[in-house]
């Protein structure tokens, strides 16, 4: 199977560079059945990874420790694995859209294995909030998460990627993918970063579109100038903009647009949904970028423990939960907007050249917080690599800053 083939020529190349593991390996937001076309295709040339690079400083969190796997049972099975129960830990819900992407990756891997394989899913922050996920799952406390990146910029800041547009043809999680599966310089670095934290990544699961949200209808970044933009903070890609920040929490927001403190204001489509914005602020632009996607990964401990066989069922399955993603996340945005349009919300997207323009701002935005913290971290070589990656790779002409 052709899958199969890709999967096996990570494998192969994780293998090569001895990392431990059995490596797996925009105007407006597409609405249509998204279609993830995750080609991982190594390129071969073997890279070592410098001994240097691979310490990163962690903050853990000690949980208590139970066991997450059944005991060995005397069962046999056709297929070559040795019967495991896994806890999987999760934040969301069992119904809303994140909890049914675990519950697909959950259902391929148990029918895959035969059985072999089973799933304690627990639900609802069960187990811990999302803060506490990397320390449940690197203590081995639950055997698998669906690891927000976003929120552990210390302990795994390679992988915590500025925001860009995917580009052309692309799905939103296409670059974290790249990076993590593909590219022969950062492949390397970025398991080995998951290593020293304990874990292994199998896929990523994307992040819906971002949107401005005004008072006032505009078109494109110049009609932002002057107007009063709400955020957490002002940062250079918004002061670019000839904007007047105004400090707003998300949870104040409402009440700054509804009380004409804040004119603009920018984030997810989801969290627009969730706090109403739409209801004081009618005017909605996509401005072509998208969340950082979340990573399904397993403790370092239980991935050892999976034959070859399994961990190639958990990259499929990965792969298959990565495509409902898309499709939810494409289907969600469809239904949302359709309502609010005929509740008299407008909705535009900022041109190509301005989608660019802005790309670019926020990447470079990112990119030297990032190269702050890798000073800090003594890792300033390989954040450059991974940097000019993600840049080159999703189009941005982001250079790194002279030494």
Not at 116 to 128: C, E, K, N, R
């Amino acid at each position: 199977m052709k899958k199969g083939l890709v999967l096996g020529s990570v494998l192969a190349l994780a293998a090569a560079l001895g990392l431990g593991f059995t490596a797996c390996t925009a105007d407006g937001p597409d609405t249509t059945t998204a279609s993830v076309t995750t080609s991982i295709t190594v390129e071969t040339t073997s890279t070592t990874v410098p001994a240097t690079s691979t310490t990163v400083e962690t903050t853990s969190t000690t949980v208590a420790t139970t066991s997450t796997s059944s005991p060995m049972s005397t069962t046999t099975t056709a297929f070559p694995q040795e019967p495991m129960t896994l806890r999987f830990a999760t934040t969301s819900a069992k119904d809303e859209t994140p909890g049914r992407i675990i519950r697909r990756f959950v259902d391929h891997v148990e029918e895959a294995t035969a059985g072999a394989i089973t799933f304690d899913v627990f639900y609802d922050s069960t187990l811990g909030a999302a803060a506490e996920e990397l320390a449940l799952v690197r203590s081995g406390f639950v055997d698998m998460v669906c690891l927000r990146l976003s929120a552990f910029p210390y302990q795994l800041p390679l992988l915590c990627l500025p925001e860009c547009r995917p580009g052309e043809g692309r799905t939103a999680v296409d670059c974290l993918d790249h990076i993590t599966f593909q590219n022969r310089d950062t492949v390397p670095l970025i398991h080995a970063e998951a290593k020293a934290n304990d874990i292994s990544y199998v896929g990523f699961v994307a992040g819906g579109p971002n949107v401005f949200v005004g008072r006032e209808p505009f078109v494109t970044l110049a009609d932002l100038s002057g107007l009063r933009f709400g955020a957490a903070a002002s940062a250079p890609a918004l002061e670019a903009l000839g904007v007047t920040v105004v400090e707003t929490s998300p949870a104040g927001m409402y009440e700054a647009l509804a009380g004409d403190v804040v004119d603009v204001t920018r984030a997810g489509f989801s969290t627009t949904m969730d706090l109403k914005w739409y209801e004081p602020a009618e005017h909605y632009v996509w401005d072509g970028t998208y969340a950082a996607g979340n990573a399904l990964t397993v403790n370092l401990r239980t991935w050892a423990r999976l034959s070859p066989e399994t961990q190639e069922i958990f990259y499929e399955a990965a792969l298959d939960a990565e495509t409902l993603s898309g499709e939810l996340s494409a289907a969600e945005v469809r239904l949302s907007t359709g309502a609010l349009e005929e509740a008299g919300v407008t909705f535009g997207s900022l041109s190509p050249e301005d989608q660019a323009t802005w790309s670019f701002l926020l990447f470079e935005d990112g990119a030297s917080e990032r190269m702050r913290r890798a000073i800090t971290f003594g890792l300033t070589s390989d954040m450059t690599t991974v940097l000019s990656t993600a840049a080159a790779f999703s189009g941005i002409p982001w250079a790194p800053p002279a030494e």
